[in-house]
């Protein structure tokens, strides 16, 4: 299992621009989240999924948009960069039970906008 | 929404000497408690994790406590090693209904000397 891989691992965009952060896992996870950490900060959840089709915002969704079109991919679009979204970006999934279970994260994605 | 409190920011210990991380959450209906390693420009990774009907848990050099009355959990670190050197996160959920968020503190770097 490669668990969960996000591509690209870095990007440099120019203010304005858009761009699609793409998330995989092959777990079989029903859930899946995108998390944003700023330098020296915890993890803000940005937006989640219980499943296919079902997709919810988190802490800080503004800016930012999310599919959840199959149990494998959960990708995360940003339509007009800002210099405030530049920070680290990372996806991950957990496994659905009676009770919470760990959440398993990919390399993340370094995106700074200039 | 939940809150997580953690402290301190930094912590400086020598080699074989024990470190000690608190966290302290708002909500009450909080079960489960995740503790992340993450080394500099790595993914967060799960270290130990409790849950609310659990007082304490143990992993080798690393344990956890609850204290659901006082809202509060702590990591205690015996015997560290320069590779215990990282930015730790605790983390609570804000479970509702099959929802498993988890809110994060802002980290403690943990820098263990030789």
């Known amino acids: 299992n490669a668990g969960v891989t996000q591509t690209p691992k870095f990007r440099i965009l120019k203010i304005g621009q858009s761009m699609t952060l793409q998330c995989a896992q092959d777990m079989n996870h029903n859930y899946m989240y995108w998390y944003r950490q700023d330098p020296g900060m915890g993890l803000k959840l940005i937006y989640y999924?219980?499943?296919?089709?079902?997709?919810d915002k988190g802490e800080v969704p503004n800016g930012y948009n999310v599919s959840r079109s199959t149990t494998e991919d959960f990708p995360l679009r940003l339509e007009l960069a800002a210099p405030s979204q530049t920070s680290v970006y990372f996806c991950a999934s957990s496994d659905r039970g009676k009770s919470n279970q760990p959440q398993h994260f990919g390399d993340g994605t370094r995106l700074s906008i200039l | 929404g939940e809150n997580v409190e953690q402290h301190p920011s930094t912590l400086s210990v020598q080699e074989g000497d024990s470190a000690v991380i608190k966290c302290t959450y708002s909500d009450s209906a909080s079960n489960y408690f995740p503790w992340y390693k993450q080394e500099l420009g790595k993914r967060p990774q799960l270290i130990i994790d409790?849950?609310?009907?659990?007082g304490e848990k143990k992993d080798q050099r690393i344990a956890v406590t609850l204290n659901k009355t006082a809202k509060h959990f702590s990591l205690h670190i015996t015997e560290t090693q320069p590779e215990d050197s990282a930015v730790y996160f605790c983390a609570a959920s804000t479970s509702g209904g099959s929802n498993y968020k988890l809110t994060f503190g802002k980290g403690t770097l943990l820098t263990v000397n030789p």
């Open positions: 999924s219980v499943g296919a089709g079902i997709t």
């Open positions: 409790i849950r609310s009907n659990v």
